[in-house]
């Protein structure tokens, strides 16, 4: 089945330093891919997205381009701040009828940037 | 445009009792998640309801069930509980549930099982 694999955490970082969370997956055919931020207490919130092979999501200066041939989509930022602090999720919108509605997550980074 | 909204934002319980759990989607979306989030297990898909039927659905016993109404609000119910089911629990919203469309969240309902 489909699967996603993050890179272990936690990251902690100082403010403008360079960010990278590796995300790797394993599925059928040309699934969707995504990037969810959590904070504290809250839900999650939809940060990029890319639907199709070479894709690149941004949102936020934050960056992630789809490469089927390492089945990867890493998150990339070039300088971040004190309020990026919150756990990364990378999640798969499997292709196919049985995906209806569901995303398979990866298990979190929890990134903390100090001032 | 109002967000995913789910009640109660907090709730406890006692082990055996049922619970039953609100998800109002974000206006002209048809197709409603649910998840849930624990230390241990990550995010779980649990199921997805789609003009008020179950199109698909997770790894997780019959005590968990669910069910859309004709606005797509949905509810989820969880008979028996248990104190594995401690946990919070996501409700996610999109258009169609197609693989392509992002799903939107709630803010969740905290559930604890004394």
């Known amino acids: 089945g489909d699967s996603v694999t993050q890179m272990e955490g936690p990251v902690t970082l100082s403010e403008e330093a360079f960010l990278t969370i590796n995300c790797t997956y394993t599925a059928t055919g040309y699934p969707s891919l995504f990037w969810y931020v959590q904070y504290p207490g809250e839900g999650l919130q939809l940060l990029l997205k890319a639907t199709k092979a070479d894709d690149k999501g941004s949102n936020k200066g934050f960056e992630a381009t789809y490469r089927k041939e390492t089945t990867s989509f890493h998150l990339e930022k070039g300088s971040v701040q004190v309020s990026d602090s919150a756990v990364y999720f990378c999640a798969l919108g499997g292709a196919g009828g049985t995906s209806y509605g569901k995303l398979t997550f990866g298990q979190g980074t929890i990134l903390t940037v100090h001032p | 445009k109002a967000g995913v909204t789910q009640t109660p934002r907090y709730l406890i319980k006692t082990r055996g009792q049922q619970v039953t759990l609100s998800c109002s989607p974000i206006?002209?979306?048809?197709?409603v998640s649910w998840y849930q989030q624990t230390p241990g297990q990550g995010l779980q898909f649990l199921f997805e309801y789609f003009s008020e039927t179950q199109r698909n659905k997770g790894n997780f016993p019959g005590r968990f069930s669910g069910r859309q109404f004709s606005n797509s609000r949905s509810e989820m119910n969880v008979s028996t509980l248990e104190l594995g089911d401690s946990a919070l629990y996501l409700c996610?919203?999109?258009?169609?549930?197609?693989?392509?469309?992002?799903?939107?969240f709630g803010d969740g309902t905290r559930l604890s099982i004394l």
């Open positions: 206006s002209g979306h048809r197709s």
């Open positions: 996610a919203s999109s258009l169609e549930g197609l693989s392509n469309q992002p799903q939107h």
